[in-house]
C-alpha cells in the first residue's frame, strides 16, 4: 500500500502534483476529450482545498525534446481553468528552462502548470539535473498519472527519488489510489470466479499478461485478431487473418487447457471494409480467401455466459475491428456482458487502450466499475511489472 493524499498534511505546503494531461486535440489545437483532466480534479481540488500551492506538471504528445507551440499545455491551462474555476498560470518555455520551472510562483488558491515535460530530452532520460530542478519546487510530491507510472521518467520516477532522499513526503493521488486498488485488487485478492479476457492484434503483446495471469484466473477469455493465431496452432485455415507467426508455438502450448476460453466462430470478409459482405463461419472453416473481423454469435454467446457467472473480470482488448461499426457486434456484445455483470454486484475493470476506447465509443463507459486512465501502465500492471512511478512513492 502506498502513501496518498489523506496521509500528508498540505496546508501552505508547495506541493508538486505529476498528472496525465495527455489529452487527444483536432488539427487546430482544440481538445476533442478532457477526460484525462477530469479524471485528475479531484485531487487537485482536495488539494486546493487542503490549502496547498500547486504546481502541476505533464507531457503531451510527442514533442521530441524540442519546444513547440503545437504541443503547449496552453489548451489544457485554458480548459484546466475552466473546469476548476481558479487561476491556472502557465510557465514559459524557454530554449534555457525548457519547462519554464523558473518563470512560475505558486501560491494557495491558483495553480502554476509547467509546459510539456518532454519538451527537453531529460524528461524521458530521466536525468538527475532535471529531477533536482523540479523537486525544488516541491514540498510534497504526488504522482497521479497512473498512465505515464510505468515510465521511470523526470517527472515520475527521479523527482520522488530526489525528494524522498531530502525527506520530502512522496504520495499518490486519488486517481493512482483508484486505479491500485482496482488493478491491484484485481490481480492479488479478486472475488472469484475471476475472469480475465484478452483481445487485439498480436499474441506477443500479451504473452506476459497471459503467462502472469493464466495461474490466477478461474477463465481466461482469448478473442479479437489473436484468436486466428491460436486457430492456426490447432492446425486449421486462417484465410486472410491476423496471423503471429512467432507466437504460435506459445500458442500450441496452451491449447486444451481448461481455463482458457477460444472463438469457434468469427464473422469473415473478402476485403478489409466496412461495407465488404459479411460471412459467419466456423474457425475450423475460414475460406482461404477470407479474414476474419470479428467474433461470432456463437462465441458472444459463450463468452457472454462466462462473464455472467463472474465476481471479477479484467477486460484488455476488443474482440474485433470495433472501429468499423459493422464489426463492432462481437465488442458490444462483451461491453454489454460487464455492464450487466457490474449490475449484479461483479467487479468490472476495463484496461486502457483500445478496451476503453471501445467502452466510451459503444456508450457503456458508465456501467463498468472502473476504467483504467493508462494503457501501457494497466497493461504492465497485469503482466505483474513493478511501475517505477509507483515504486517511488512512500509506503504506509
Known amino acids: 500500500m502506498k502513501k496518498t493524499i489523506a496521509d500528508v498534511e498540505v496546508a501552505g505546503k508547495r506541493v508538486l502534483v505529476r498528472v496525465d494531461f495527455n489529452v487527444p486535440q483536432d488539427d487546430s489545437g482544440a481538445i476533442t476529450d478532457d477526460r484525462r483532466i477530469e479524471a485528475a480534479l479531484p485531487t487537485l ?36 481553468a475552466a473546469l476548476t474555476g481558479v487561476t491556472v498560470n502557465l510557465a514559459t518555455a524557454s530554449e534555457e528552462d525548457p519547462l519554464g520551472i523558473g518563470t512560475v510562483t505558486p501560491a494557495p488558491g491558483a495553480i502554476a502548470l ?14 538527475p539535473a532535471l529531477s533536482a530542478k523540479l523537486a525544488e519546487l516541491a514540498d510534497v510530491y504526488v504522482n497521479d498519472a497512473f498512465g505515464a507510472a510505468h515510465r521511470a ?23 493512482m489510489q483508484k486505479e491500485l486498488d482496482y488493478l491491484g485488487g484485481a490481480v492479488i485478492n ?50 486472410k487473418s491476423l496471423l503471429d507467426a512467432d507466437s504460435l508455438e506459445f500458442c500450441k502450448t496452451l491449447l486444451g487447457n481448461p481455463k482458457i476460453a477460444l472463438p ?7 476485403e478489409f471494409s466496412n461495407d465488404a459482405e459479411r460471412i459467419t463461419v466456423s474457425v475450423e472453416a475460414i475460406p482461404a480467401d477470407r479474414e476474419g473481423l470479428d467474433i461470432g454469435p456463437d462465441t458472444a454467446v459463450a463468452f457472454a455466459k ?32 460487464l ?12 484496461g486502457g487502450g483500445d478496451s476503453a476506447a471501445a467502452v466510451e465509443l459503444l456508450g457503456y463507459a458508465d456501467k463498468m466499475s472502473h476504467i483504467s486512465t ?3 501502465a494497466s497493461l504492465e500492471f497485469l503482466e505483474g511489472k513493478k511501475l517505477p512511478g509507483v515504486e517511488a512513492l512512500d509506503d504506509k
Open 45 to 80: 481540488k482536495a488539494l486546493l482545498d487542503a490549502g496547498a500551492a500547486l504546481t502541476v506538471m505533464s507531457h503531451l504528445g510527442r514533442p521530441k525534446g524540442k519546444i513547440s507551440a503545437k504541443y503547449s499545455l496552453k489548451p489544457v491551462a485554458e480548459r484546466l
Open 190 to 239: 479478486p472475488a472469484r470466479p475471476f475472469v480475465a479476457i484478452l483481445g487485439g492484434k498480436k499474441v506477443a503483446d500479451k504473452i506476459p499478461v497471459i503467462e502472469n495471469l493464466l495461474p490466477q484466473v478461474d477463465t481466461l477469455i482469448i478473442g479479437g485478431g489473436m484468436g486466428y493465431t491460436f486457430v492456426k496452432a490447432a492446425g486449421f485455415e486462417i484465410g
Open 114 to 127: 509547467l509546459e510539456n515535460t518532454r519538451f527537453t530530452d531529460a524528461e524521458e532520460a530521466n536525468d
Open 339 to 350: 455492464a450487466a455483470a457490474t449490475a449484479n454486484g461483479a467487479t468490472t475493470i476495463v
Open 153 to 175: 521518467h523526470a517527472s515520475t520516477e527521479g523527482v520522488a527519488t530526489v525528494c524522498k532522499a531530502a525527506g520530502k513526503p512522496c504520495v499518490s493521488g486519488l486517481l
Open 306 to 337: 462466462i462473464i455472467a457467472g463472474a465476481k471479477t473480470v479484467v477486460w484488455n482488448g476488443p474482440m474485433g475491428v470495433f472501429e468499423f461499426p459493422n464489426f463492432a457486434a462481437g465488442t458490444k456484445a462483451i461491453a454489454e456482458a
Open 264 to 270: 469457434t466462430d468469427c464473422v469473415t470478409v473478402s
Open 374 to 376: 493508462g494503457g501501457g
